[in-house]
């Protein structure tokens, strides 16, 4: 069976990524989704925020380490990976292998607050619990 696209799954692009930097295009990049489960249904695209385990790369600010111990067996990430807040990148969900892994909805909140903290205007959705804009 297939797992579901959803909040805090874990994806990787089939189709060569590019780093922040604009270089070092890689594919099978993994990313953490961060869009809303209820933008995702008939979407083309979803927003992930990379995981990466290169951490010196970036601010130690820019972070959000991913959970060790238990938490570590539902994402599958390797050890001392952590989703990289300023990374956020517009994915086709053609492009996606699903996985198994998924983060708990309580990590995927703290990284879309991070995301709206580092990058003011970039996330397009909503975080876990957060209700759909009135009209």
């Given at each position: 069976?297939?797992?579901?696209?959803?909040?805090?799954?874990?994806?990787?692009?089939?189709?060569?990524?590019?780093?922040?930097?604009?270089?070092?295009?890689?594919?099978?990049?993994?990313?953490?989704?961060?869009?809303?489960?209820?933008?995702?249904?008939?979407?083309?695209?979803?927003?992930?925020?990379?995981?990466?385990?290169?951490?010196?790369?970036?601010?130690?600010?820019?972070?959000?380490?991913l959970p060790t111990g238990?938490?570590?067996?539902?994402?599958?990430?390797?050890?001392?990976?952590?989703?990289?807040?300023?990374?956020?990148?517009?994915?086709?969900?053609?492009?996606?292998?699903?996985?198994?892994?998924?983060?708990?909805?309580?990590?995927?909140?703290?990284?879309?607050?991070?995301?709206?903290?580092?990058?003011?205007?970039?996330?397009?959705?909503?975080?876990?619990?957060?209700?759909?804009?009135?009209?």
């Amino acid at each position: 069976m297939v797992p579901s696209l959803v909040q805090g799954r874990i994806v990787f692009c089939r189709k060569p990524i590019a780093d922040p930097q604009g270089g070092n295009p890689k594919a099978n990049r993994p990313f953490v989704v961060i869009t809303h489960p209820d933008d995702i249904q008939g979407a083309q695209t979803i927003q992930g925020v990379a995981i990466t385990d290169q951490l010196s790369l970036s601010p130690k600010e820019h972070y959000y380490p991913l959970p060790t111990g238990e938490g570590a067996k539902l994402h599958g990430c390797s050890r001392g990976s952590a989703a990289l807040c300023t990374w956020i990148v517009s994915l086709s969900i053609s492009d996606l292998d699903v996985s198994n892994g998924c983060l708990k909805l309580k990590y995927v909140y703290s990284i879309v607050e991070k995301v709206r903290e580092l990058k003011p205007g970039v996330f397009q959705s909503r975080a876990p619990g957060e209700s759909a804009p009135s009209t």
